[in-house]
């Protein structure tokens, strides 16, 4: 029986509000396995862009990274939002350590290869050094990941941290039982978007093709449940969607994927 | 015997110069002994500050930190100038990893006291975390520090790069023959600054005593000096400032620093 290593990743809701950070750190420090933490940005880049008179530069309706906005997210992912995770984890005793790819090279990718349209640094992720991860487990560190990997050939990429979060926890399930959670705005996966309370707690493949055909997984949701059952199928035990008090308390509402 | 650790220490004017910065990081990366650098500033932080209309906060001609002063040498030196030295020192196969003091509490630190000045953010060093330092250099990882600390209670500082340098030589030396280079604009400490190959090849306590005296070593020269010999004082073995051929060819002209 493979040990549990738990996989935590927030995104830009929590992060902007320093209330409920500071709640989700303590009790993510608080998690007794072995734990790895990814973050998104949230909107602390598109408020320093502007501050900059940036604007962020959209092309078909889709966002495009290009050398200035990488910069900026550079700075505030793997900067200001990584580094002040780290020090507030510190603080609660949990021994994290701040990531972005290129740190041992921990995330390899590759620039997205332009097709219709140019997404700028942005980067697809190619391999996950599970290995390394795995040395700083098993000395008691807590990696926390940026949404921020690099080419290997000196460049840094904008990664999607949804993408990182899954592809983290399929190179790790070769040495954990490894179980993903995805922390956002919403109790889990709804069935009416108008219902805060309409969770569906058990979602399978089968089901979930069912709600993708009935329009009730669509947009945003898609890609994010499609890389979760990515994961499961790739080696990844469990798979919960939640909010913050998924890693509280496992008997509050959420959503659990599952592949039968 | 003790194996080599050579700590290197770069300055604002490698960082600057893009042409200059990626020489360094290929004789750096060719450095066959185990190897730590650390790296100041530079101007992007006062630049960064500018463009956001932010001028530095100065209290009887010194610099103070305050909170978005901090935030921006976050973003700048843990942020931009760190992750970018890692993925090209990455492309380079020297195996970094990037870090500020909260990573793994490796350099704890505490809020300056206010005695006159009230510094803001900035951190003196309490400790250096050698054990864990150790652990990754064994690993043949090559730590990556800029200046940049915590406090364990959740509060990131601003710390004297030249200071964490001579800290971590200091801490390093239970472990490792260390030699710790400083690396700046000019060819070593000179006795005439209008001469800039005037080098002073060695200076002994003797000789140090004797150049402050004199007026030689002066102003700015005068902490970073301190600094060479508390080092030295603890253990460290060699100390040496130059410019950046200092690490890619050791017969260039430069200063060395010994306590006899």
Known sequence: MKQTLKIVKI??????????????LKNFAAIKEPKILVHGGGKSATKLANSLGLKPK?????????????????????????KNIVT?????SCN????????????????????????????????????TIKLFIYNDITPVFCAI????????????ADTIASEIAIAMSAF???????????????????????????????????LVDDGI?????????HNCFRALEKGVGKVKIGDAS???????????????
Chains 1, 2 share one sequence.
């Open 58 to 82: 959209m092309v078909d309706g889709r966002r495009v990274t290009d050398k200035e906005n990488l910069d900026i997210a550079v700075m505030v992912y793997a900067g200001l939002i990584n």
């Open 176 to 210: 954990f039982e490894v179980e993903l959670n995805y922390v956002f705005e919403l109790k889990g996966v709804l069935s009416a978007i108008e219902n805060k309370d309409s969770v569906i707690p058990k979602i399978n493949i089968k089901k979930y093709e069912q």
């Open 246 to 260: 998924l890693i509280a308390n496992t008997e509050n509402l959420h959503t659990t994927l599952s592949l039968k």
């Open 11 to 24: 995104g830009g809701n929590i992060i902007e509000d320093k209330q409920q950070l500071s709640l989700f």
């Open 88 to 92: 507030k984890l510190q603080a609660n």
């Open 96 to 131: 994290a350590i701040g990531f972005t790819g290129a740190d041992a090279n921990l995330i390899l990718s590759g620039k997205r290869l332009v097709k219709n349209v140019d997404y700028g640094f942005v980067g697809d992720i190619v391999n996950v050094n599970g290995k």
């Open 149 to 160: 990997t690099h080419d290997k050939s000196g460049q840094l990429l904008n990664t999607n």
């Open 217 to 225: 997984i669509s947009e945003g949701m898609l890609p994010k449940i």
